[in-house]
């Protein structure tokens, strides 16, 4: 049997999309640039209707 994820399980939290790195939030600054934390990378946010 295996145990459910907790929040420290590393598995569990979302990547960056470019730097497969750990993402803890990603901002949108304005219609064509996102920034995730703490990475750094700038993504195109997709927008939620997809």
């Known amino acids: 049997m ?3 994820p ?3 399980d590393a598995s ?3 990547t960056c999309p ?3 790195g750990p993402r803890a939030t990603t ?3 304005g219609p064509t640039v996102g920034v995730v934390s703490p990475c ?3 993504i195109y946010p ?4 997809e």
């Open 2 to 4: 295996t145990k459910p």
């Open 6 to 8: 907790t929040t420290d």
């Open 12 to 14: 569990a939290r979302p």
């Open 18 to 20: 470019k730097c497969d």
């Open 27 to 29: 901002m949108v600054l």
């Open 40 to 42: 750094g990378c700038r």
């Open 46 to 49: 997709r927008p939620s209707f």
